[in-house]
């Protein structure tokens, strides 16, 4: 079956960086573009980019431009998120979703990150 | 960027009773492939969401026929025929028609 997993939750101090990973199993991984969506505590869900695994183009938010970083590995099928310049507000879980075109139809568990001095 | 409004945010039902909750674009959802991509999403405590309804109206696999998706244009309604439990969460209105893709604030199910 198709599974989006995760890695684990990250603790970092403000200005350091995260990397989270999201492995892809049970279909083509280069057939469908992937995307990243953060919710913080409480709050809602907010887009923050996709990432086509086929080619590795990219687009982001306009808010997490310049600090953020989406990239993959199509030997281990696997999409990485990789926010910089870390502050309080990106305390949130953060999530992958499969994305055929208009739908975001399979998620991951999510990755919780933590930013506190 | 396109706003999505939902209504009711909260919503206690009770056990074998309908919901129904409303979604509104700030602008028409209509592609200019003619397809609409509002999806529905719902996401249980602790979980992570899970697609409900894609392209207004349509039941993603496994999904119990008791959600179902009306709307057209920038209005689009979210029902449950009969709330069971496992309801019990918070549903998103999503739209990907307009990039970057938006949500709505969130509507919270209870029972009463």
């Known amino acids: 079956q198709v599974q989006l997993v995760q890695s684990g939750a990250e603790v970092k101090k403000p200005g350091a960086s995260v990397k989270v990973s999201c492995k892809a199993s049970g279909y083509t991984f280069t057939s469908y573009y992937m995307h990243w969506v953060r919710q913080a505590p409480g709050q809602g869900l907010e887009w923050m980019g996709i990432?086509?695994?086929?080619?590795?183009?990219?687009s982001y938010a306009q808010k997490f431009q310049g600090r953020v970083t989406m990239t993959r590995d199509t030997s281990t099928s696997t999409v990485y998120m990789e926010l910089s310049s870390l502050r309080s507000e990106d305390t949130a879980v953060y999530y992958c979703?499969?994305?055929?075109?208009?739908?975001?139809?399979?998620w991951g568990q999510g990755t919780t990150v933590t930013v506190s001095s | 960027d396109i706003v999505m409004t939902q209504t009711p945010l909260s919503s206690p039902v009770t056990l074998g009773q309908p919901a129904s909750i409303s979604c509104r674009s700030s602008q028409s959802l209509v592609h200019s492939d003619g397809n609409t991509y509002l999806s529905w999403l719902q996401q249980r405590p602790g979980q992570p969401p899970r697609l409900l309804i894609y392209k207004i109206s349509n039941r993603f696999s496994g999904v119990p026929d008791r959600f179902s998706g009306s709307g057209a244009g920038t209005d689009f309604t979210l029902k449950i025929s009969r709330v069971e439990a496992e309801d019990v969460g918070v549903y998103y209105c999503m739209q990907a028609t307009q990039f970057p893709p938006t949500f709505g604030q969130g509507t919270k199910v209870e029972i009463k």
């Open positions: 979703a499969r994305g055929p075109y208009g739908v975001m139809d399979v």
């Open positions: 990432i086509n695994p086929s080619g590795g183009s990219t």
